[in-house]
Nanobody, 117 residues
């Protein structure tokens, strides 16, 4: 089994920063792709950023230059540093993991990020 546990959401003013964390545990030896997605009310879930086990990153255009995805392989944890937050970044953020030895998608429980003055 695989477990993904997120932390770090909250309420922040526009222009502020937050860091999200996602810790993976269980049968994770084949972890190769880690990501963050978000879903705002009334909208579809969308990709925010991904990072491979080799460190290659990918970002949605809407967050480029403001968000940074990183990972700590020793801790089986990846992060999303969010700077210069905007009200339109308000959403539930989910981490996702892909494993080459396992089928299916693996998601965290979601954490609320609210950007408001």
């Amino acid at each position: 089994q695989v477990q993904l546990v997120e932390s770090g959401g909250g309420l922040v003013q526009p222009g502020g920063s937050l860091r999200l964390s996602c810790a993976a545990s269980g049968n994770i030896f084949s972890l190769y792709l880690m990501g963050w997605y978000r879903q705002a009310p009334g909208k579809q879930r969308e990709l925010v950023a991904t990072i491979t086990s080799g460190g290659t990153t990918n970002y949605a255009d809407s967050v480029k230059g403001r968000f940074t995805i990183s990972r700590d392989s020793a801790k089986n944890t990846w992060y999303l540093q969010m700077n210069s937050l905007k009200p339109e970044d308000t959403a539930v953020y989910y981490c996702k993991a892909d494993f080459w030895a396992l089928g299916g998608d693996y998601w965290g429980q979601g954490t609320q990020v609210t950007v408001s003055s």
